[in-house]
């Protein structure tokens, strides 16, 4: 029989490596979001991804109590999670399932996304009284009508009145590329006005994700679909040009063993050839790994020891890390170590640890935060 939640959070716990969340940010970043785009644009939040790692469900009960206008999910787990923690808001599902399970996507309380012509074909089918988006190839290559492919599906939409079109969406593929950005917008802007000619009026116009918003603030249209900007979760020039603030407070960990070695010992750290010591080593271990998200191959991030800066030794393993406390001989178990976040005066910023990792940002934090435990700052 599996651990009620807490009880199953809490057992997590005693392995002693996990990620620090203020949830209070996504509050104060919807603010920053309606400031930049203008408060009659409406924002349908992005849980994507288990809300990139955060909990879909926590992550969409914070913006609704924000006043959020909708979410977009990115599979109909999240639809569901989201239904189950009781929020009502209207939830766009990106394309994720089989054109012949719309309609149980649909059972679960999202507004589907309708990507192609069999996509079209299987929700006209279902013969219900329905909502849908439909998403345009802008240039992306990945979903969307191209613009033979929109033409004829708004005709079909046009002269049925079972499946109402709620809205048009894409997405950019180079947002800070303005050349690339602007044309993408053209065929967008193309789109819409196929879709008018067609005789449909009343629908959402949505365009601008989270760097879009940023580089291009008078891009809004009706509405927009932010994830990062929300989570506070982009690269460092982003956060500080938007001035956001990061869920994602810190990384942690406690040592569980140190062990002293002396000169000329062989280490083999991390399943590597072994190494020979030529000094006196204290190595800590702390029950972090490439499980949890981190490299197991060099460079390894630094971490913070009481007070100072410390290396990681050989390669990462599965669940640990070893760190030389050398030069920490109050360094000892139960002192907490930081991979990320403010320790004192010393700080490691999630743009340096997703560098040391040769990962981007967007990659880095929804890789640590969906493998360790959550504590709440």
């Known amino acids: 029989m599996p651990y ?27 603010a920053i979001a309606r400031k930049l785009i203008g408060k009659d644009k409406r924002i349908y939040f992005v849980c994507k991804g288990d809300g990139f790692g955060f909990g879909a469900d926590e992550v969409a009960l914070a913006a609704a109590a924000a006043d959020v206008d909708g979410l ?21 599902l990106f394309a994720s399932t089989l054109p012949n399970d719309l309609g149980k996507a649909i059972d679960l309380g999202a507004t ?12 006209l089918a279902l013969n219900r009284d329905v909502e849908i988006f439909v998403e345009i190839d802008c240039g992306f290559g990945r979903f969307g009508f191209t613009e033979d492919q929109w033409k004829v599906a708004f005709a079909r939409l046009a002269v049925q009145d079972k499946v109402r079109m709620k809205g048009i969406y894409s997405h950019l593929s180079a947002p800070d590329d303005s050349e690339i950005s602007t044309r993408q917008r053209q065929v967008y802007e193309t789109a819409l006005a196929d879709a008018e000619a067609c005789g449909h009026v009343d629908f959402e116009r949505m365009l601008a994700s989270s760097r879009v918003m940023i580089n291009y603030p008078d891009w809004p249209y009706s509405a927009v ?6 989570y506070g979760a982009l690269d460092g020039e982003h956060m500080k040009r938007a001035g956001l603030k990061p869920l994602l407070h810190a990384i942690r960990g406690r040592i569980i063993h140190v062990q002293t070695h002396p000169p000329g010992t062989m280490l083999g750290i991390g399943y590597g050839v072994p190494i020979r010591i030529e000094t006196t080593k204290r190595l800590a271990i702390v029950p972090i790994g490439f499980w ?14 009481n007070g100072q800066f410390v290396s990681a030794m050989g390669r990462r393993t599965f669940q640990h890390t070893l760190l030389d406390v050398s030069d920490v001989p109050d360094a000892g ?3 907490l170590v930081t991979f990320m976040g403010n320790s004192g005066d010393l700080s490691i ?18 890789r640590l935060v969906r493998a360790l435990p959550h504590v709440h700052c």
Not at 75 to 88: L, M, N, Q, Y
Not at 112 to 123: C, D, G, K, P, Y
């Open 333 to 335: 178990v139960g002192s």
């Open 349 to 366: 910023s999630i743009d340096e640890l997703a560098q040391d990792m040769g990962i981007p940002v967007m990659e880095a934090i929804p």
């Open 112 to 123: 589907v996304t309708i990507q192609s012509e069999e996509a079209l074909n299987a929700v």
């Open 72 to 92: 977009c999910a990115g599979s109909p787990e999240e639809v569901k999670k989201i239904r189950d923690a009781g929020v009502t808001l209207p939830i766009v």
């Open 225 to 230: 679909d932010p994830g990062r900007f929300i």
């Open 4 to 30: 009620p939640g807490e009880k199953l959070h809490d057992a997590r716990l005693l392995r002693p490596s996990w990620v620090e969340l203020d949830y209070s940010v996504i509050h104060q970043n919807l």
């Open 292 to 305: 949890d998200g981190l490299n197991h191959v060099p460079p390894l991030s630094r971490a913070i020891v």
